[in-house]
């Protein structure tokens, strides 16, 4: 089965800190997504990489930063934590063509 | 930009049909995708459909699509409890990247 695994479902941090949330695909595809979802606002993308070591801003990257080293390894990187990141971060990838986005289970970011 | 709107929440009584609606913006959608997400978990696709095609069915699952009106809606026949859930309208961003624009999502309520 195919699968894309996010390293943490639940973390707690503190405002100031490096926060790194890392997300793993087996399913070699090119294109790779962070997001963040909150109650009534849906999924707002953050960033997206579409090879390796490529990069693209979403609608709000700001405090945020990413990193994409190898194919199926896509990082995201709070720079300095604060409260206002408190989320749920989803992780998702997908290859051209019809078959949408795999997502990740999720990491539940508190910052404290 | 590119937009995709969606009720908020939906209440139905276990037994009869949920219809889930959603509007989009984008002339040029090639696929448009149904999206569950459990409480806690991540989002899993539950169907798509082709942008030449009108409807979809898939067991329970009724998808209709007016592009005149750039209307897509989810029906579920006989909802069941466990249907209970958010369900996202998503929509293929034209401009490249397989990048998915998603709704808010829809809160489906099933009770007895």
């Known amino acids: 089965d195919v699968k894309v695994t996010q390293s943490s479902r639940y973390l707690v941090k503190r405002t100031g800190e490096k926060v790194f949330l890392e997300c793993v695909q087996d399913?070699?595809?090119?294109?790779m997504f962070w997001y963040r979802q909150d109650p009534g606002l849906g999924l707002r993308l953050i960033y997206f990489?579409?090879?390796?070591?490529?990069?693209e801003k979403g609608d709000i990257p700001e405090g945020y930063s990413v990193s994409r080293e190898k194919k199926e390894r896509f990082s995201l990187i709070l720079e300095s934590a604060s409260t206002n990141q408190t989320s749920m971060y989803l992780c998702?990838?997908?290859?051209?063509?019809?078959?949408?986005?795999?997502f990740g289970s999720g990491t539940r970011l508190t910052v404290v | 930009g590119e937009d995709v709107e969606q009720s908020l929440f939906l209440s139905v009584r276990e037994g009869d049909s949920s219809v889930i609606n959603c509007t989009y913006t984008?002339?040029?959608?090639?696929?448009l995708y149904w999206y569950k997400q459990e409480p806690g978990a991540g989002l899993q696709l539950l169907t798509y459909?082709?942008?030449?095609?009108d409807m979809k069915q898939d067991q329970r699952l009724t998808v209709l699509l007016n592009k005149k009106d750039k209307h897509l809606s989810l029906r579920i026949a006989d909802t069941q409890t466990g249907d209970s859930a958010i369900y996202f309208c998503?929509?293929?961003?034209?401009?490249?990247?397989?990048?998915?624009?998603f709704g808010a999502g829809t809160r489906l309520a099933v009770h007895p």
């Open positions: 984008d002339s040029s959608s090639t696929y």
């Open positions: 998503a929509d293929s961003f034209s401009g490249g990247y397989n990048k998915l624009i």
């Open positions: 399913m070699d595809h090119e294109n």
């Open positions: 990489s579409y090879d390796v070591k490529m990069k």
């Open positions: 459909i082709f942008s030449n095609m």
């Open positions: 998702a990838s997908s290859q051209q063509g019809r078959d949408g986005y795999t």
